[in-house]
């Protein structure tokens, strides 16, 4: 059958309340999981250091492997429903597991395998969204991207207060069956998903693969390793650096986090709108930009008060680079927005997997020294992303090449 290409329909905000509760759904499950993962290896499973630190090496680096394996085999297909329905049921069978399992390698078993495939969720539903808005015509999809990366950040403000009370009532048990219910519901959500619409293949035409990722994703990729590196020991550093330095507690350390959660909120909203008219590479450089007046001032503080003072500049990087970051790794390969938003999550799992040994480093050398390290890097990730910048094509070269 020849395939026509569809007309554009115009997008309704109903139209994506679906998605948006199925991305809320997956936010408290990771919410709920992540924070606690390594308490509950070490007191109930009972792991020492050394193989709790591959436990946590090994879970991330096999969800970037699966999560760029799905994102490519996203690419070839018309309906990603499918794939995120895989993802739904794979978290809720392992973490399902996780409520009996106390062997430290049936657990790491599945963690590489099933929790790596449920990992793939979240560039995959933003993967989903991209194409919809594509599919509708519109011209608002960044601030409907930057909308759903907000209720990820609002499940994250929710998710840590309500999994230790969880832990405290029922146990890690309840915990974690509480996460197979999120991904059990996340599943269920995605039946109720519309179809973003299709363009079916003309069999007497060859079918046209994906072209290769612009040289800007090889300056971007990096870029946002260091950066979003550099914000991860910022915030494992925090609650040590807030204490060892300033004297303060615990609760000090939660209201300021509290506090750069609260700020960001708005302004991935308001840079979302931003970002419909704005130029996206200026915006994600912009906060690059001011992350080095985060790190710089983080590092000169002398007490709580400039600590808090201090997140107002950390909202706005996080805002610039989780909230329009997405947007703009997808505006660099439109034509294949499940690699390009894979590759976005991985830049956030390997600057975490950066920020840990380096956190370490710092517990030696002084927590204050933790936020010189993350300027070096948000330095460095800034120079990367200013290469990045798209190349303007002159009106002759145009010319000719017309």
Not at 35 to 45: E, H, K, N, Q
Request: charged fraction near 10%; charge should be positive.
């Amino acid at each position: 059958m020849t395939g026509v290409a569809e007309s554009p329909v115009p997008v309704r905000p109903r139209s994506f309340v679906p998605l948006g509760a199925t991305c809320v759904a997956v936010g408290v499950a990771n919410a709920l999981a992540v924070p606690f993962l390594s308490v509950f290896l070490t007191g109930d499973v009972g792991v020492q250091p050394v193989p709790l630190g591959a436990f946590l090496l090994a879970t991330p680096v096999a969800g970037v492997v699966v999560s760029t394996v799905i994102g490519r085999l996203s690419d070839t297909r018309t309906d990603r429903r499918l794939l995120l329905r895989v993802g739904g049921v794979a978290g809720a069978i392992g973490y399902s597991l996780y409520v009996f399992l106390r062997d430290y390698w049936a657990l790491l078993a599945v963690s590489t395998t099933l929790v790596a495939v449920a990992s793939a969720l979240i560039p995959q539903m933003f993967a989903f969204a991209r194409h919809a808005v594509l599919r509708s015509g519109t011209t608002k999809g960044p601030l409907i991207i930057s909308g759903l990366r907000t209720l990820i950040s609002v499940s994250w403000v929710a998710g840590p207060p309500l999994a230790a009370l969880l832990v405290a009532v029922s146990g890690f048990r309840g915990l974690f069956g509480a996460v197979a219910v999120c991904y059990a519901l996340a599943t269920v959500l995605t039946f109720r998903l519309p179809d973003p619409g299709t363009v079916a293949h003309d069999p007497t035409k060859p079918r046209v693969r994906p072209g290769p990722l612009p040289r800007q994703v090889w300056f971007a990729a990096p870029a946002f390793v260091l950066i979003q590196g550099a914000g991860s020991l910022g915030v494992m550093t925090l609650p040590l650096f807030v204490a060892a330095d300033h004297g303060g507690g615990p609760a000090d350390a939660g209201l300021i986090l509290g506090l750069c959660a609260a700020l960001e909120i708005p302004l991935m909203i308001w840079l979302g709108v931003l970002a419909i008219k704005a130029d996206q590479h200026l915006l994600v450089l912009t906060g690059a930009v001011v992350a080095l007046g985060y790190h710089t001032a983080m590092y000169l503080t002398g007490s709580l008060w400039q600590v808090a003072a201090a997140q107002v500049l950390n909202a706005v990087v996080i805002a610039s680079v989780a909230g329009v970051g997405i947007s703009y790794f997808q505006s660099l390969a439109p034509d294949r927005p499940g690699t390009a938003t894979t590759l976005y999550t991985n830049t956030t799992v390997a600057g975490s997997m950066i920020a840990g040994p380096l956190l370490g480093v710092a517990a030696k050398l002084g927590y204050r020294d933790s936020y010189l390290m993350s300027l070096v890097m948000a330095g460095l990730g800034a120079f990367l992303l200013a290469l990045a910048r798209p190349r303007r094509v002159s009106p002759v070269r145009s010319a000719a090449g017309a």
